[in-house]
């Protein structure tokens, strides 16, 4: 009996940390949902945006599930921690080098651009991997029950889901976003080297969090400008055409 009661304690103490480890994935994937944005604006077309999501972000969990099942080896060997750390940087030096126009000097967005739909799949769930080495150790590191971590990233990847869709659409209204998303991008990755470098120097967890929370307050500081020019086009050359048509009227008294 007393085995029987202490294993429902036990129980009940795991459920209270899911939201814990829920919240956890809800702030740490806010940089990780701008950048699986941005990869997913490589496609043309809102259809293929969204399959590129849904299909990578599943590969993404599959990806995870390993990653939770073998990080007790993992977190051993510093070599994955450089690695993501390397590829989350060289996106960011690939957004902010990139010129932002085509050939015809139209602007577009800075990530990368796919003709398939099975290019972006696979960057999309190597970028969520990246992200996945500082979150889940981050995870593991308040819980040491598989399931409850797993459950978690489960949660996580259906938020992920959820937030990535809503910054697709919001990448196209706010002017600084992306830019704030990437130097969010780019931190993580710093604090992925910092940890191989030497895990002393990584910051606090909640100095962290405050970053991202004062960069996204700056990308979503300012909307863009399109949208206000179009409206105010309307009236404008009503003036001028009145004028075109009174000018050409044809005399009433024909002599």
């Keep these: 009996m007393f085995d029987l009661l202490s294993s429902s304690s036990e129980w ?8 814990v480890l829920v919240a956890l994935e809800a702030v740490l994937s806010a940089d990780n949902a701008i ?4 990869i ?10 969204r399959r590129a999501l849904n299909f990578g972000l599943v590969c993404a969990f599959v990806l995870r599930v390993g990653l939770i099942l073998t990080a007790s080896w993992v977190i051993r060997f510093w070599q994955f921690e450089l690695a993501g750390a390397v590829y989350l940087l060289w996106l960011v030096f690939q957004y902010f080098t990139s010129s932002g126009k085509d050939e015809e000097g139209e602007s577009h967005h800075h990530g990368p651009r796919f003709t398939s739909l099975w290019q972006a799949i696979p960057m999309i769930a190597v970028t969520d991997l990246a992200f996945s080495l500082d979150s889940v150790t ?12 797993l459950t978690g990233g489960l949660i996580g990847v259906v938020a992920l889901r959820f937030m990535a869709g809503l910054f697709i659409k919001w990448l196209d209204e706010f002017e600084h976003l992306e830019d704030a998303g990437f130097v969010t991008v780019g931190l993580v ?10 895990d002393s120097y990584v910051p606090p967890q909640w100095m962290m969090i405050a970053a ?7 990308g979503f500081s300012k909307r863009k400008e399109s949208e ?5 086009a309307v009236e404008e050359p009503l003036e001028p055409i009145e004028a075109v048509r ?3 009227e044809i005399p009433s008294e024909v002599p």
């Design 12 to 19: 009940r103490d795991s459920l209270a940390l899911l939201p």
């Design 35 to 38: 950048a699986l944005a941005a």
């Design 40 to 49: 997913a604006q490589g496609l043309e077309g809102s259809v293929l945006q």
């Design 138 to 149: 981050t995870a593991i590191a308040v819980s040491d029950q598989t399931w409850l971590v």
């Design 189 to 198: 990755g710093l604090r992925l080297l910092l940890k191989v470098v030497n």
């Design 212 to 218: 991202i929370a004062l960069l996204f307050t700056w």
């Design 228 to 232: 206000v020019v179009l409206e105010g």
């Design 246 to 248: 009174e000018s050409q």
